[in-house]
Every structure is written in structure tokens, then in C-alpha cells.
């Protein structure tokens, strides 16, 4: 059964949408997908995260419907955002106690996982390393990235180890270098 | 929500938020000590800074904490719930400056307009709220209603001696907008 479906999804503001959306993501799944623009990618990201409802289209996250289930959505996704944070390593004790608390994740099991996966991130500019680190806190089945930036896709897929990361990109090289498998089975609604 | 998760929010924003807070309460105690004994002083300048700890809250001040919180497993009324608590604890807190400057300056009834400074602050806070979620004209629509809900509030307390009467309306007031702001932060979208 796919994680993270999307059938025709799409979303409108005003005069302007994203064109529908379809793609599945299985578990252990690496998808990339390209899109016209960076908002678009966003939109999309926010989206397959459960944090935008789709103004039309169907999508659905571990079989739960996000425009009714939204808190479900966001237990199994983990949304990684396109820009830095404007924390320094400094505030990383306090942006853990706070993402574990908000995701009811124990503050001791929450600081171990978390400075394991700093360990493990290398030496990824803390900006891009502590959103990431705060997604996979709680332990996601889904880890979504809005952009991510190519030149950490390698320790950031190997950090992932066996979840599903779906992410969003502007160019074809990026997508690609986060497109390992070249598991994405999407296809244009 | 789980009383962890609700006192991180509020704790992460009010430290964000520390210099703003801290130039309220100044305010509050400049204005404290220069007005101590009008009664209009305390309603209307404590809910102006409410209204303006309110709108602090909009979406795109602290987009970290936006983003945190738009991810997290919480129900949009949990979410409202808390984000109302943070305007709330600094508009009380400044309010509570106010009496207690303007009791050192002898006002004899500063603790008994505490009450009901508070009771008009927190509903005008809590009716400027759905003014974040909100643009142009229905923005300025909410700031407005937040300010009359205080000017009412002071009519109701003072000029027409009922203070229970603007005890009623600023629950009421309150409480209806809270629901409100719950219900748009449920349908709001954050593109």
C-alpha cells in the first residue's frame, strides 16, 4: 500500500494553482519530482505533508485524508522545509526540547536520537541540519523535503535510511541526486 | 495538547517575541505612572497593546516557529488555543504593570481596575487575533471590532457602573473569538 498518494491533487489561490498532481510513494521509496517553479514545489511539498489541504484532486497519507485527519498525516509525515532555519548550534538543545514536545516525543529519547543524527549529518550547515534533524524526531514513516539542496542529497538519504522521502525540486539535476532508485512512479494527471 | 507541548509553544514564542514584550510592559509602566487615575488609561492603552501583541502573531514574523508548528501533530482549535494564550500573557502582563505603577503613584482604585482592565484586554487581544489570519480591509475590520469590544468594555465598567455587566460581555466577547480564530486557523492555508 502506497504512504503518500496523490491523485489530481491540486491547489488554487486566487487567479493562480498547481497543476494536478499524481504520484504514489511506497514505503522505503526515494521520489523526486521537478516542477515548473519554486512555489509550485512548494505547494506541492506542503501538500504530500499534510500541511496544505488540496483545493481539488485526492490526496492521501498512510490511507488517512489529510482535510479530515490532519494530525494523523502529521504523525506519519515529516516536513523538511526549503528554508534555513535562522538558528546557530547553539540554540540545538532548545530546538529539540521544543520539537519533542510538540510531537510528544520523550526529551532524553528525543536529545540521543537527535545528536546522533547530528553526528551523522556531518558537517551539514546547522541552518539545513537542525529543520531535518527536527523532522526525524518523532520518527516519521514519510519524510518530505521541500528543495532540499543537492549537495547534501547523499548524507541526507543515507540519514533517511529506510523511509520514504519524497522531495520537491525546480532543477532535473537536483531531483536526480535525490532520485537514487529512480523509484518515483508518478505520473502527469 | 498535552500541557508539554503547550507550555513549549508558548515559552518558544514569548522568547522570540522577548524585546516586544519588554517594550509593552516600558510602555505600560511609562503610561502607568504618568496617567494613574482615569480608568480609561489602563482599558484602552493595555488593549491597544494587546491588539498589537496580537497582531505580532501573524503568519511570517517567525517562520521557523510557523513552520514547526504548522507540521505538528496538533488540531487547529489546539493550535489556536495556545497561539491566543502568548498575546494574552503579554497584554496581562503589561496590564498588571499598569495597576501596579499607578498604585505607586497613589491611585487609590488601581487594584480595583486590575479586573476590569484585564477582562477588556484579553477580549480585545483575542478579537484582534483573526485580524493574522487575515488581509487588507477584513484585517483592519478585526482591529477595528477589537477596539470597539474594549471601548465597550470601558462604557460598560465605568460610565454605566456595571462592572459584572463588562465581566459578561468580555466572556462572551472572548469566547466567541477564540472560536472564530480556531475555525480560520483550521481552514487556513499557509502558502
Not at chain 1, 7 to 12: L, P
Not at chain 1, 106 to 128: I, P, Q, V, Y
Amino acid at each position: 500500500m502506497p504512504l503518500l498518494r496523490m491523485r489530481s491533487a491540486s491547489f488554487r489561490l486566487g487567479s493562480w494553482s498547481v497543476a494536478p498532481v499524481t504520484l504514489d510513494v511506497e514505503p522505503g521509496e526515494l521520489a523526486a519530482r521537478t516542477f515548473a517553479s519554486a512555489r509550485e514545489a512548494a505547494v506541492v511539498a506542503l501538500m504530500a505533508a499534510g500541511i496544505v489541504k488540496a483545493s481539488s484532486g485526492c490526496v492521501l497519507i498512510g490511507d488517512f485524508d489529510p482535510r479530515v485527519q490532519s494530525v494523523h498525516c502529521k504523525r506519519i509525515a515529516g516536513f523538511v522545509p526549503h528554508e534555513p532555519v535562522g538558528l546557530e548550534e547553539r540554540d540545538f538543545a532548545a530546538y529539540v526540547a521544543y520539537r519533542a514536545a510538540l510531537w510528544n516525543v520523550e526529551a532524553r529519547l528525543a536529545f540521543e536520537r537527535a545528536s546522533a543524527l547530528r553526528t551523522a549529518l556531518g558537517d551539514m550547515h546547522e541552518a539545513f541540519a537542525l529543520p531535518f534533524i527536527g523532522a526525524l524526531l518523532a520518527g516519521p514513516e514519510l519524510i518530505v523535503l521541500d528543495r532540499p539542496m543537492p549537495a547534501y542529497a547523499e548524507r541526507i538519504l543515507r540519514v533517511a535510511g529506510g523511509k520514504a522521502v519524497l522531495s520537491t525540486h525546480t532543477n532535473v539535476a537536483a531531483a536526480r541526486a535525490f532520485r537514487r532508485r529512480d523509484a518515483l512512479r508518478a505520473t502527469p494527471a | 495538547m498535552t500541557p508539554r507541548a503547550l507550555t513549549a509553544l508558548v515559552a518558544a514564542r514569548l522568547y522570540e517575541q522577548r524585546r516586544l514584550v519588554l517594550y509593552a510592559c516600558a510602555a505600560a509602566l511609562v503610561v502607568g505612572l504618568l496617567q494613574p487615575r482615569e480608568a480609561a488609561g489602563p482599558v484602552m492603552f493595555c488593549s491597544f497593546l494587546g491588539i498589537l501583541m496580537a497582531l505580532a502573531q501573524s503568519p511570517g514574523r517567525y517562520p521557523h516557529l510557523d513552520r514547526c508548528e504548522q507540521s505538528a501533530p496538533l488540531f487547529g482549535r489546539e493550535l489556536a488555543r495556545a497561539k491566543a494564550l502568548i498575546p494574552c500573557v503579554a497584554a496581562a502582563l503589561a496590564t498588571t504593570i499598569y495597576a501596579a505603577a499607578a498604585s505607586v503613584r497613589g491611585a487609590p482604585d488601581a487594584v480595583l481596575m486590575l479586573p476590569i482592565a484585564l477582562a477588556a484586554v484579553v477580549a480585545a487581544t483575542l478579537t484582534a487575533l483573526s485580524a493574522t489570519l487575515r488581509l487588507r480591509g477584513s484585517r483592519a475590520f478585526y482591529v477595528l471590532l477589537a477596539a470597539a469590544a474594549s471601548a465597550i468594555a470601558y462604557v460598560l465598567a465605568v460610565p454605566a457602573h456595571s462592572p459584572l455587566a463588562e465581566f459578561g460581555f468580555c466572556a462572551i466577547a472572548s469566547f466567541l473569538a477564540l472560536r472564530q480564530y480556531g475555525e480560520a486557523l483550521a481552514r487556513y492555508d499557509p502558502i
